[in-house]
């Protein structure tokens, strides 16, 4: 578990307005996209226009294939979480319940040696989207898998909630992997930005969007070599209910 004290790898994210990061998504999208018609575009015409050797015939068109491959999968990723961000009704959450009912499903999906635990006391209950809820939280769990899944080594995923002394809700997502360098924690909440080639880069983004919709404010402590620790905050005196 992370030193929580400690400020010098934390971001802040203030509690503004509520973003949407579906439109900085797709935005993200179509430059990546048109980044690739430009590939396919560039390889294409080489092919027509210069006499190449064979062995240089096939690598660009597999470029070509890889190009298209790639934006054709930014697109369907696009799709996905565009289904998954529908908005429902709000509805009284009791938010302990939810978590507890989610850690129990999600439990069979860790990685090999790696627990997933809850410490859940704060018996928050609040007007909000419970399905978009639940998406947050799979955001934040699969992160953390991952974390200790490259890590190479077993480990701990916790999900705790609490009430601090002035009432205000603290969830937190905490794992002891390996946490995040400097660089890599500053991009950690740009859609699109992954430490992996084929991690999408949506889930932390995605998170946080979800929660400040619910009006709260989200901050990451990841001191390498110390592990993860993401933080969920929400005033109770805030009004409630997603925008």
Known sequence: MPDTTSNASRIPIARDAPTNILGHVASSVVHSVINHFSA?????????????PQDQVATRADAIINAALGGSALARRLAEYSRRLSASEPEMVDLDSLIAE???ARRGDAPRRVALVGDLTARAVFSGDAPRLLVMLDCLID???EALAAAGRGGVV???TRLDNRGWLELDVADDGPGMTADVLEQALEPFFGSKPDHPGLGLPLARSIWRRHRGAFSIDAPLGRG???RLTRPPSEPTGPS
């Open 40 to 52: 396919i575009v560039s390889q294409a015409e080489m092919l027509k226009y210069r006499k190449l």
């Open 102 to 104: 989610r850690l129990e």
């Open 143 to 145: 992160n953390a898998f």
């Open 158 to 160: 916790t999900v705790s």
């Open 228 to 230: 993860t620790l993401v």
